[in-house]
């Protein structure tokens, strides 16, 4: 068997109702790898088992286990010796959290959702919620982190796990910046979209008609429009000061549209610009264009009026 390298693992423990689910689906989406309710029997081959072809350095993401008293085989105090063997023996970084919360506020979410408590299937739910806190103590008390969630709503529970949870690039949502032609349909996946038609259009230019936003002879035609400089600037200042936001709320993948017309001139432009700004700003965006590709068509542009140098 393979020996494993060290990894960092959180185990994630609580009382039922307290969390867990949320805690480790907001894990999961920060990029933590998340195993649920593993016997600990196992813990090991999992460990040392080799992820599938084409996972190239996830091998170093943090491993989260969820394990309470529905886990077969649990027992407390000997989860707490296996953590410290994790520790001791193998160099893991092991950190374990605990999900809290008060015996009243447990009854009422059971009652709320209609769920049975599983150490009370056929009796209240308030006689499972003491037998788990007493089944559960050694993990309480040996536990690095504790949150009581006895006032918090799902939303503030994500916060919190992102609070003290989130990893270094690990958590930033994917960013991607596209480009598209509106005549050619908006794009449904846009979480920001702007419009770059009130520039001047290089289509209805001869010379620039068969080339795309990343030929340098159209992004001068582009730049040279009065509007550009101070438009183009505005928008890079809003991503800076919002793409951290949606990051903070929880976003896995955040998408800033730019459109034209056709989606092959004024917008491919823009969004090269605005990725490269992003990138020397700390960000980590993908381009894509795509209509980029798509053949010009005179019918699909609206021909400005005095001349084809004019502002559409």
């Not at 999900?99 to 049975?116: H, P, V």
């Not at 979480?191 to 990343?214: C, I, S, V, Y």
């Amino acid at each position: 068997m393979t020996q494993s390298h060290p990894k960092s693992i959180l185990l994630l423990s609580g009382l039922s109702g307290a969390g867990k689910t949320t805690a480790l689906k907001t894990l999961e989406d920060m990029g933590w790898e998340v195993v649920d309710n593993l016997p600990l029997v196992l813990l090991d081959r999992l460990l040392d088992t080799p992820l599938p072809a084409g996972h190239a350095g996830a091998d170093d993401r943090p491993l989260a286990l969820g394990i309470d008293a529905r886990t077969r085989g649990f027992d407390a105090n000997a989860i707490v010796q296996r953590i410290k063997a994790l520790r001791d023996k193998h160099g893991h970084d092991v950190e374990t959290l605990f999900l809290d919360c008060s015996g009243t506020e447990l009854e009422r979410r059971f009652a709320e959702t209609r769920r049975r408590h599983p150490l009370a299937l056929d009796r209240p739910a308030a006689d499972g919620i003491a037998r788990e806190r007493e089944l559960t103590e050694p993990l309480r008390r040996w536990a690095t982190q504790v949150i009581d969630t006895t006032s918090f709503s799902s939303n503030a529970l994500q916060q919190e796990i992102r609070d003290r949870f989130s990893r270094e690039r690990l958590s930033d949502p994917v960013l991607t910046i596209l480009s598209f032609g509106f005549s050619r349909g908006m794009p449904r996946n846009a979480d920001l979209m702007f419009d770059m038609r009130f520039l001047r259009n290089p289509h209805w230019d001869e010379t620039l008609r068969a080339k795309t936003g990343q030929d340098a002879d159209v992004a001068t035609y582009i730049v040279a429009d009065p509007a550009y400089e101070e438009a183009v600037g505005k928008i890079e200042e809003l991503l800076k000061i919002v793409l951290p936001r949606y990051a903070e709320a929880g976003k896995a993948y955040i998408t800033v549209a730019f459109g034209c017309t056709g989606g092959r001139h004024r917008s491919v432009h823009v969004a090269e610009r605005v990725a490269r700004y992003l990138q020397d700003a700390g960000f980590s965006p993908t381009v894509s264009h795509r209509n980029m590709e798509s053949a010009p068509q005179d019918s699909l542009e609206k021909r400005p009026p005095g001349g084809p140098k004019a502002i559409s």
